[in-house]
């Protein structure tokens, strides 16, 4: 069912295993990503995947084929990067051309490929133009162009966004995840960046060390992180640290004061330190003489600043345990800077995790 398999894929540079017995099982209408931090070994995947880096271990398949041994060209793949590499010399409509000379394809379909390429990348008009002549985004399709020409049947883009300032990155979102829809093929999307991914992605893979973390849903990635790392590294959310207390079928811990409790967890055992997460926008603000003294899953603090994003306003809040951040849309009351307030939290929007030996 799946239209590429990565099966025990590995790679050694050295001492240092940049890919680390990766699985994947990617269908042929999936917008999937490799989410981690820099180094994590995102790149090092990509290229085995597009043959331009041979596994140490491992195997790739892509449409039923086993692709380890083909060269990048007979691959049916295309790769897009962070730096564009447009050649500077030569006009737009060249650079797209460029590939398609290189399959040496009869001119009259280098001209119809070229045209539908200008078509659906709205460059109609700039063909005449150098990149040098072309604004950041307009760069960035003719690069997008240039993967999209030959007719792959994956998509690889490594960072393809990275170099665009924000308004521009979210706006070719959308546009990524639309050609991605139209044309019904996988595209494999490669960033640091969380927003990214969460934006268009069907699933996501979380790397880490050259490990897949997780491989899921960019909703049970985000609203279920499997692990602390990813709590951590997807969305944005407040941590507390304590020992873990079990009784009356809830796990607890205590922080400062302030009793966090979930349902029990019988992977955590009493005793062990534990860390909570409870991402910002699911934690709830109300005036401070509203709340019962000595609930759970409530603390008092108050609003250092608060910093307004668009539909939500950010407050950074100090607590005896230290500060947290709170996401509240600005569609429900505000709450001044100085004022006392009570935080309050789902037990269900509690990640716990037990604490690694370095404390994280
Ligand atoms: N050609 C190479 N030679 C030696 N080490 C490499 C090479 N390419 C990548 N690495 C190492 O492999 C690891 C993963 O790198 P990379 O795949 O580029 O990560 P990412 O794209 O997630 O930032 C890093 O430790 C990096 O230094
Ligand atoms: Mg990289």
Not at 36 to 58: D, V, W, Y
Not at 190 to 206: F, G, K, P, W, Y
Not at 306 to 311: D, S
Request: proline share 5%; with cysteine; glycine share 8%.
């Amino acid at each position: 069912m799946a239209y590429i398999h990565l099966d025990g894929v590995s790679k050694q540079y050295g001492s240092v295993w940049a890919v680390d017995r990766a699985d994947m099982a990617i269908g042929k209408q999936e917008f999937v990503s490799l989410l981690g931090p820099s180094g994590s070994g995102k790149t090092t995947l990509l290229r085995i995947i597009a043959g331009l880096e041979r596994p140490t271990q491992g195997r790739v398949l892509i449409d039923g084929e086993d692709v380890t041994e083909l060269p990048p060209h007979r691959r049916g793949v295309a790769m897009v990067f962070q730096e564009f590499l447009l050649f500077p010399h030569r006009t737009v409509y060249e650079n797209l051309a460029f590939p398609l000379r290189m399959l040496k394809l009869p001119k009259g379909e280098i001209e119809a490929r070229v045209e539908w390429a200008v078509g659906i990348l709205a460059l109609r008009g700039l063909e005449k133009r150098y990149p040098n002549q072309l604004s950041g985004g307009q760069q960035q399709r003719v690069a997008l162009g240039r993967g999209l020409v030959g007719r792959p049947k994956v998509l690889l883009l490594d960072e393809p966004l990275a170099n665009l300032d924000r308004e521009l990155r979210q706006e070719m979102e959308v546009e990524i995840r639309k050609h991605q829809t139209d044309l019904g093929i996988p595209f494999i999307y490669v960033t640091h960046n969380q927003e990214e991914a969460l934006s268009m992605s069907d699933r996501i893979a979380v790397v880490r060390g050259g490990r897949i973390e997780d491989f899921a849903s960019r909703t049970a990635i985000y609203d279920h992180p499997r692990t602390a790392f990813i709590a951590q590294f997807v969305g944005r959310s407040n941590r507390f640290t304590g020992t873990a207390l079990i009784s009356q079928g809830k796990t607890a811990l205590c922080d400062h004061g302030v009793r966090i409790e979930s349902a029990a967890r019988p992977d955590i055992a009493d005793g062990k330190r534990i860390a909570a997460y409870v991402k910002n926008e699911k934690i709830q603000l109300k005036p401070a003489a509203e709340m019962p003294a000595d609930a759970a899953n409530t603390l008092t603090a108050t609003i250092r600043y608060v910093l307004l994003r668009g539909a939500y306003a950010e407050y950074v809040l100090g607590w005896t345990g230290g500060e947290i951040i709170v996401s509240r849309p600005r569609s429900e009351a505000a709450f001044a800077q100085g004022a006392e307030v009570a935080c309050f939290w789902n037990e269900a929007d509690i990640d716990l995790f037990p604490m690694t030996e370095d404390g994280r």
